[in-house]
């Protein structure tokens, strides 16, 4: 097993200066800005005119993947403009030949849901366009109540422009210090002990190369974007480079739907049993995984109940059966 080199951890704080120049960035003509959306219909709108009107992007360059949407989200995204770039999650998997990989990696057709799952549509919708290596690819999350003032794409390209050697810029947002999670970070021996530099781990805000997410086996719920990090992590660290993460401090404190213990409860064990099962299977990250690996990881179903406080504290807590987040195919290996 190769040591971690240490992370390039890099914050932009959220003063006046910092803030002029992140309001000058401008989006290059290959960008492409990836908003997974499920009942959005409230507030999809009002990002995509965020990304038009004040980032600059064509309509052509924002792709909104609808996951489970039971609600009028693609009707308000064409409210705004007609010439946004709409699929849905179900119908891109079904067309675009993955059946044969989600066997291979056993992985229940009923557990193709979630974030991770729609980020996994999107990249087949991007891999069909025969995007460029270079191409950066960003991630926008679709519940930002005050996504004009954060400004988080702006924020990004301030990150790639100033490291733009860098594997992946994302956001560090105030008061989301995700204390619990770093404290996993500090049990002795954890290969990934550097991920705890980070201030916001889980932030969905974030920047990719195409030729790095074509590459990556992402995971299909909470887990997603720390498995995009370790997926970088272990890459950049085999290639002999330093792996590179960079953060950029907003200023402005980022308001979303605001998640309930319980939910955190569900989100941190999925997110820790990918790291626990990685860290058994000498820190490597799913991207290293050999097929059979995947197969075995995605049939470990945890079967325990295990106990989740109610909303609010309300009430003794209650025991629950939630299945673990599966790792996904990466783009080569559907068809």
């Known amino acids: 097993m190769h040591d971690l080199h240490p992370i390039k951890h890099v914050t932009h704080c959220g003063s006046v200066r910092a803030s002029n120049r992140h309001r000058s960035m401008v989006p290059r003509e290959r960008d492409i800005v990836v908003i997974p959306a499920r ?80 980020m996994f549509a999107a990249s087949l919708v991007l891999k069909a366009m025969h995007r460029d290596d270079a191409d950066r690819i960003f991630f926008l999350d679709a519940d930002i109540t005050n996504v004009a003032a954060v400004d988080p794409i702006r924020h990004i390209m ?35 002990v550097d991920l705890g530099c980070l201030q916001w781990p889980l932030c969905g805000q974030m920047s990719v190369r195409w030729g790095d997410l074509r590459a990556m086996r992402l995971t299909n719920g909470y887990s997603v974007e720390v498995a995009m990090m370790v997926n970088l992590l272990r890459h950049y660290d085999f290639a002999g480079q330093p792996p590179v993460l960079t953060e950029v401090e907003i200023g402005e404190v980022l308001r979303d739907k605001r998640n309930d ?14 790291l626990h099962d990685l860290w058994l299977r000498g820190g490597r990250s799913p991207q290293e995984l050999t097929a059979s690996e995947v197969a075995d990881f995605n049939q470990w179903q945890n079967k325990h109940g295990y106990w989740v406080p109610q909303p609010n504290g309300q009430g003794a807590n ?10 996904l195919p990466n783009m080569a290996e559907c068809g």
Do not use: C
């Not at 213990?261 to 990918?274: S, T």
């Not at 209650?318 to 299945?323: N, W, Y």
């Open 318 to 327: 209650k025991k629950e059966h939630h299945s673990l987040d599966v790792i």
């Open 158 to 192: 301030l990150g790639w422009k100033e490291h733009p050697e860098t594997g992946l810029v994302k956001l560090a947002a105030q008061g989301r210090n995700n204390e619990g999670f770093h404290a996993f970070f500090g049990i002795p021996g954890n290969p990934f």
């Open 261 to 274: 213990d319980g939910v955190h409860v569900r989100m941190y064990r999925n997110i820790m049993a990918l």
């Open 39 to 118: 009942n959005e219909a409230s507030n999809i709108g009002h990002t995509i005119r965020y990304l038009m009107d004040i980032v600059g992007l064509k309509p052509e360059q924002i792709l909104v993947l609808i996951n489970n949407t039971t609600d009028g989200t693609e009707s308000a995204v064409r409210a705004v403009s007609s010439r946004v770039l709409i699929e849905t999650q179900s119908s891109v998997i079904e067309k675009n030949r993955t059946h044969e990989a989600i066997h291979a990696y056993a992985i229940p057709r009923q557990k193709i849901i979630g974030k991770g799952a729609a």
